[in-house]
C-alpha cells in the first residue's frame, strides 16, 4: 500500500533560519513526487512536481530534492511570508491518483 | 489564466440532509477529481473524472456519495443524506491529463450539525 509520512508535524523558525523538511514514501513504483503549500482556508498551491532520484527543483527560496526513498524541501532564509503548510503527495505508476501526506505546518516569525 | 472554481464556498447543514457541490476546472483541463480534506490531514482522493468517464472511484462512499460530471467540463458532487463524520473541506483540482501536476480550487467546507 502506497504511504507518505512527513516530518515533523509542526516547524516554528525565526526569519533567515534556514532548515528541511521531510517526505518518506512507499510506492511500488513512482510516477511523480508533487510539493504543494497550503494556506490556510485555501486550496494547495502547485509548487515541485520530482520524477527521479537525484532530481532538483528551486522556486525563490525554496529547493525540492529526491532520493529513492524521501524527499526534502529546503527553506533558505525564510520570511514571515514562507508560513503555510506544505503537503507532499505521490503518484503511483500503477494508478493515478495523489496520496498525500498529513503536511509539516511551518511558522516563520520576524 | 482563470482557476478552479467551486461553490458555495461554505455550506451548514443538519445531518440526513442533503448537499451539492460544483466545481468548473481550468480551460482545456480533461481530468477532474473531487477530494476530501479532514482538518489536520492530507486531501484524500474521492473521485476522478477523464473528460466525462469515471477513472477511479474505489473510494467514494457510493451509498451516499455522487458526482458526474456534464459534458466533461463542469462537475458536482453530491451527499444524500449527509453524516456528521463528512463535516470536511472538498476540493475540487483539475489537470491536463492524469500525469501532469493538478491545480486546486478554493475548497468548500461543509459542516454537518
Known amino acids: 500500500e502506497d504511504q507518505v509520512t512527513q516530518s515533523p508535524e509542526a516547524l516554528r523558525l525565526q526569519e533567515g533560519e534556514s532548515s528541511s523538511l521531510n517526505c518518506s514514501y512507499t510506492?511500488?513504483?513512482?510516477?511523480?513526487l508533487f510539493w504543494y503549500r497550503q494556506d490556510p482556508g485555501k486550496g494547495p498551491e502547485f509548487l515541485f512536481t520530482?520524477?527521479?532520484a537525484g532530481e532538483e527543483k528551486e522556486k525563490e527560496r525554496l529547493k525540492a530534492t529526491l532520493t529513492k526513498k524521501e524527499s526534502f524541501l529546503h527553506i533558505t532564509a525564510p520570511k514571515p511570508e514562507d508560513s503555510a503548510t506544505y503537503l507532499c503527495?505521490?503518484?503511483?505508476?500503477?494508478?493515478?491518483?495523489?496520496?498525500f501526506g498529513k503536511g509539516t505546518t511551518l511558522s516563520v516569525s520576524s | 489564466e482563470a482557476g478552479v472554481a467551486q461553490s458555495p464556498r461554505y455550506k451548514i447543514i443538519e445531518k440526513r440532509q442533503s448537499v451539492a457541490f460544483w466545481c468548473n476546472p481550468i480551460?482545456?483541463?480533461?481530468?477532474l477529481y473531487w477530494y476530501q480534506q479532514i482538518l489536520g490531514q492530507g486531501p484524500k482522493l474521492l473521485i476522478q473524472?477523464?473528460?466525462?468517464?469515471?477513472?477511479?472511484d474505489s473510494q467514494l462512499p457510493k451509498d451516499r456519495f455522487s458526482a458526474e460530471r456534464l459534458k466533461g467540463v463542469d462537475s458536482t458532487l453530491k451527499i444524500q443524506p449527509a453524516k456528521l463524520e463528512d463535516s470536511a473541506v472538498y476540493l475540487c483540482?483539475?489537470?491536463?491529463?492524469?500525469?501532469?501536476?493538478?491545480?486546486f480550487g478554493p475548497g468548500t467546507r461543509l459542516t454537518v450539525t
Open positions: 483540482a483539475s489537470s491536463f491529463a492524469v500525469t501532469y501536476e493538478q491545480y
Open positions: 510506492v511500488s513504483g513512482l510516477r511523480g
Open positions: 520530482l520524477y527521479s
Open positions: 503527495a505521490v503518484q503511483d505508476v500503477a494508478g493515478t491518483a495523489l496520496i
Open positions: 480551460s482545456g483541463h480533461a481530468t
Open positions: 473524472f477523464q473528460n466525462n468517464g469515471v477513472v477511479d
